[in-house]
């Protein structure tokens, strides 16, 4: 993140217009090593966009990439329909954390807010720190010393200093890796404020439950493409789950495991979840019935995980 404009000195953002514009997004390294290829995703103003894949699919990559701290290959990123070169004048209406925050542990986090706010040649007064101290939380203290701070402390600080700047754009590399739930919780609920409060939000995660809960939109890569993208409800919409409790569950595993539309099976306590492509409850249950197994539980779920791994098996055949 770099030096903010005066807030009268940007131009407002559309509703719905393109913050972000990936076209063609490619990152080589070496001879053998293709960590993006041919990236093309657009994240649109007010959205809270989340990219999804397993560790190594690509994602921090092309968030370097969009931010101009790495050189793509070939391709381009847009930020607010302008190309990212590198040290950008757009970049300064961009709050980021990528890679994880980095403070100096014997100052405090106020001390470390200014130390880097000030780094930039601007006074502290054009900073946005009651906000920005409001939305991170971190109330008295922001006053210790950061050497004393809990990782999910640490990461609220991190997003208190990208927001200094009245961000309107806001970029989260893997924003709860490393927390325990309850500062995974906090920090998903910071997001949402932040997103309340106007800013666009594109954030990584290879968490799915994370993007689930936050995101209004999401894109999934895989091996460095891009594999689906949509608004979250209609990924999860793109497959299905039916969780089903019976009287003779490992009957009921043998009879479904050989029946058409049926992708798999698995325990779960103390019924079986069924991923399904192409059948649904009705038939389900008429085969489970039709073979003399007492049905006690249907029950169908839409979950982003489903659509996540439906689609990673898709790509992998």
């Known amino acids: ?27 080589r390294y070496g001879e053998g090593v293709l960590a993006v290829d041919g990236l093309d995703l657009t994240v649109r103003a007010g959205q809270v ?20 701290l790495v050189h793509p290959s070939a391709g381009e990123a847009r930020i607010f329909g302008e190309r990212i070169r590198g040290s950008d004048r757009v970049l300064e ?44 939380g971190l109330g008295r203290a922001i006053d210790r010393k950061v050497r004393t701070y809990s990782k999910g402390m640490e990461q609220r600080l991190g997003l208190a200093q990208a927001l200094l700047n009245r961000p309107d754009l806001l970029v989260l590399d893997e924003p709860t890796v490393g927390l325990d739930p309850q500062e995974m919780r906090e920090i998903r609920q910071l997001v949402r404020d932040v997103a309340d409060a106007g800013a666009t939000v594109l954030l990584s995660s290879h968490i799915l439950a994370e993007v689930e809960q936050v995101c209004t939109h999401a894109a999934v890569m895989n091996r460095g493409q891009l594999v689906a993208t949509g608004t979250v409800s209609d990924l999860t919409g793109s497959a299905s789950s039916v969780y089903v409790e019976t009287d003779d569950v490992a009957a009921a595993e043998r009879l479904l495991a050989t029946l058409p539309g049926v992708r798999s099976t698995s325990h779960e306590a103390p019924g079986l ?24 539980t249907v029950m169908s779920r839409h979950r982003l995980e489903d659509a996540f791994f439906q689609m990673l098996d898709t790509e992998a055949r």
Request: charged share 15%.
């Open 1 to 27: 993140m770099v030096t903010a404009p005066p807030p009268q000195a940007r131009s407002a953002t559309r509703l719905d217009a393109e913050v972000i514009g990936l076209s063609g997004l490619t990152k």
């Open 49 to 68: 966009f989340g990219l999804l894949g397993p560790n190594g699919a690509g994602k921090t990559t092309a968030l370097r990439m969009l931010l101009g």
């Open 93 to 136: 209406r961009v709050g980021a954390l990528v890679e994880g925050p980095a403070f100096v542990p014997h100052l405090s986090g106020m001390a470390n807010l200014k130390a880097w706010w000030e780094s930039g040649g601007r006074p502290m007064s054009e900073a946005n720190l009651d906000q920005a101290l409001d939305l991170a």
């Open 273 to 296: 979840n069924l991923q399904l492509d192409g059948i649904g409850r009705k038939e389900i249950v008429a085969a489970l019935v039709g073979a003399g197994i007492g049905v006690e």
